[in-house]
């Protein structure tokens, strides 16, 4: 039985409490830490429509205090934001599972944060991993696994065309999704429209994988302009506005470019007949080219696998690892 808590109450930390919930026998939830008041005292029942008497608190303090063997974090993207959370976990002696985009790869956005976390995991002889769907899985793990048929490989390219329609607010605005197209580059030049957090994560993993050297990421975001009405609860988007963000990355060893990711993110992208899907490609002996579609979907994804990790991070080293230094991931089956 392995004891859990859920740090963080959105999308994610739901579906993910839904998931343990789902192995009755495997996990048991020692508390789940919400950030909003109102919150406080709702059963994990009453969040998730499932039976659960649980209360949801914001005293992480006495949830960590039932010393959790693991905490999933499920809270925000940056390493910053994401601190107060990790660092008492890891000083209750939990391995921690994040979401974090920037934590699939700590290295790439602050060498120094990433060390005084892993400095800390290590003094208190447990583990850190950041998982996700992307980064951490269809960008990054997948391509790695993937080069493991080859012989050789020179390159990797991998695109991820996903539909944006199921997101909040907050994923609305940092894509730009609704904007003009003049507000649209106002945003990406001042930094309030990012696009897609985690490329020069998902470049640096797949580069640590295959032992290249990354000396440049480079990075472009362009508005993806919809032809047609498009809305969602949380955003209309007129003809010649934004409805979208096309987001590529590229990791180069020297002048040589190793690794290109393609991320076309848009609300409703079947109204102008773009699928969905997921596609890699190895270039090498032999070259790869593998295609999925749809899309492997964001939020279920990421839940999933993030659950799918909890078995497997007990037995990890001590510090920051990654899931190109995890074992092969799988689908944990629940016990009967
Ligand atoms: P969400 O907005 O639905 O939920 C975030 C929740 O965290 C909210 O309930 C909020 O109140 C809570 N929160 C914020 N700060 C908190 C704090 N200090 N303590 C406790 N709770 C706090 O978002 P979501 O869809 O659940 O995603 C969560 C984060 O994970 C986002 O930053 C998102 O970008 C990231 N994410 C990463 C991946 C990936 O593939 N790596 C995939 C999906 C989401």
Redesign the pocket.
Known sequence: MIKVAV???????QGLLGFILDRPKDVEIVGV????PHKEGMTVGELIGRECDLPITTDFEAVLAKKPDVVCI????FLHEVT??VEPSVKAGANVLC???TL?YPWASDQQWAERFDALAKEHGVSILG??????FVLDALPVMLSSACLRVDRIEAQRVNDLSPF?P?VMKTQGVGTTVEEFRAGIADGTIVGH??FPESIHLIAQALGWKIDRVEQTREPIITGVERSTPHVHVAPGDVCGCRHIGWGYSGDELKIELIHPQQIHPGLEGQETGDYIRVFGDPDINMSNQPEIP?GKG?YASTGNYIPLIGAAPAGIVTVVDMPLPRFWAPTV
């Not at 830490?33 to 909003?36: C, E, P, Q």
């Not at 998982?131 to 951490?136: A, E, I, K, Q």
């Open positions: 740090w963080g109450t959105g999308m994610m930390g830490i919400a950030h909003d499920c809270t925000q993207s107060d959370q979401i974090a985009e699939a998982t996700g769907v992307n980064p951490g909040g907050t957090i985690g964001g990421t």
